[in-house]
């Protein structure tokens, strides 16, 4: 494993370690709420601070975007940061969260990390060189009838509530088994793994799906192109999918796939 991957192998871990004892703490994790649905631990800014600590001791003069302390986008080395997603999940004691670190050199994702510290999966991917989960290589699913496959629809109070039920009922009466747990980046590990084949949101943000789309294209997956209208700063719809099921999905969601 290169140096690079060896750093973000360690600093998701080391995050991983900090989520799991505060969820296991006797006390349970406080929140509080940013506005409908939106919940706020202070877990999250903890992890959030150690990442931008080791990432400036480790690669100086690096830029970091993340969910809680924002960012510059503009240097040509850019880390993106969910400290921890799934909030409400690790919140609520529900064991489904992650961290999610993706590296984007110029624009584009060149090595990322998600860590399920409850489940101690590590799903961990740089270009070019494929994707693991706890060092197996990962692929996508074959599954090919809409009939039998598993489809994420992710929601956030950021888009109408109509729009999430239109998706969510298509895939639904196309014979999908249509399922919501609550962690975007998750829900794009979960493609990769070849758990599920497909994960679609109207509107994500980029800490959301920084390693996550990279995960899924070197599984062997599709994904639309996100980065498009600024989508680093201002988010963007997402589809990720299996290859077989990918115009199907796409058209099932109105998202197009990147070529
Ligand atoms: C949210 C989760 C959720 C997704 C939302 C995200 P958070 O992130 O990933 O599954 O549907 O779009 O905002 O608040 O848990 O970090």
Same mark, same amino acid.
């Given at each position: 494993?290169?140096?690079?991957?060896?750093?973000?192998?360690?600093?998701?871990?080391?995050?991983?370690?900090?989520?799991?004892?505060?969820?296991?703490?006797?006390?349970?994790?406080?929140?509080?709420?940013?506005?409908?649905?939106?919940?706020?631990?202070?877990?999250? @800014? &903890?992890?959030?601070?150690?990442?931008?600590?080791?990432?400036?001791?480790?690669?100086?003069?690096?830029?970091?975007?993340?969910?809680?302390? @924002?960012?510059?986008?503009?240097?040509?080395?850019?880390?993106?940061?969910?400290?921890?997603?799934?909030?409400?999940?690790?919140?609520?004691?529900?064991?489904?969260?992650?961290?999610?670190?993706?590296?984007?050199?110029?624009?584009?994702?060149?090595?990322?990390?998600?860590?399920?510290?409850?489940?101690?999966?590590?799903?961990?991917?740089?270009?070019?060189? @494929?994707?693991?989960? !706890?060092?197996?290589?990962?692929?996508?699913?074959?599954?090919?009838?809409?009939?039998?496959?598993?489809?994420?629809?992710?929601?956030?109070?950021?888009?109408?509530?109509?729009?999430?039920?239109?998706?969510?009922?298509?895939?639904?009466?196309?014979?999908?088994?249509?399922?919501?747990?609550?962690?975007?980046?998750?829900?794009?590990?979960?493609? &990769?793994?070849?758990?599920?084949?497909?994960?679609?949101?109207?509107?994500? !943000?980029?800490?959301?799906?920084?390693?996550?789309?990279?995960?899924?294209?070197?599984?062997?997956?599709?994904?639309?192109?996100?980065?498009? !209208?600024?989508?680093?700063?201002? @988010?963007?719809?997402?589809?990720?999918? !299996?290859?077989?099921?990918?115009?199907?999905?796409?058209?099932?969601?109105?998202?197009?796939?990147?070529?």
């Amino acid at each position: 494993m290169t140096e690079l991957m060896t750093s973000i192998e360690q600093i998701v871990r080391a995050a991983g370690d900090m989520m799991r004892r505060a969820f296991d703490a006797p006390d349970r994790p406080a929140y509080s709420l940013k506005g409908q649905q939106d919940y706020l631990t202070v877990t999250d @800014g &903890a992890v959030e601070q150690f990442v931008r600590e080791q990432i400036a001791v480790r690669f100086p003069g690096d830029g970091v975007l993340g969910e809680e302390a @924002g960012g510059a986008v503009d240097g040509p080395r850019l880390w993106i940061v969910d400290p921890i997603d799934g909030t409400a999940n690790f919140a609520r004691q529900i064991p489904h969260f992650c961290i999610s670190l993706g590296l984007m050199v110029e624009g584009r994702i060149e090595a990322g990390a998600i860590y399920e510290p409850m489940h101690d999966e590590l799903y961990i991917a740089e270009r070019g060189k @494929g994707a693991w989960l !706890n060092g197996k290589p990962m692929r996508v699913s074959t599954i090919e009838e809409l009939t039998a496959a598993t489809v994420e629809v992710g929601w956030s109070t950021r888009i109408p509530v109509a729009t999430y039920l239109t998706m969510a009922g298509k895939a639904a009466h196309a014979g999908c088994s249509v399922r919501r747990a609550g962690s975007g980046s998750l829900g794009l590990a979960y493609v &990769a793994a070849g758990r599920t084949e497909g994960y679609a949101e109207p509107h994500i !943000n980029a800490w959301d799906v920084a390693a996550g789309l990279l995960l899924v294209t070197e599984a062997g997956g599709r994904i639309n192109d996100f980065w498009a !209208n600024d989508g680093v700063r201002v @988010g963007n719809e997402v589809l990720v999918t !299996n290859a077989a099921l990918a115009a199907s999905l796409s058209a099932l969601t109105g998202i197009r796939l990147a070529p």
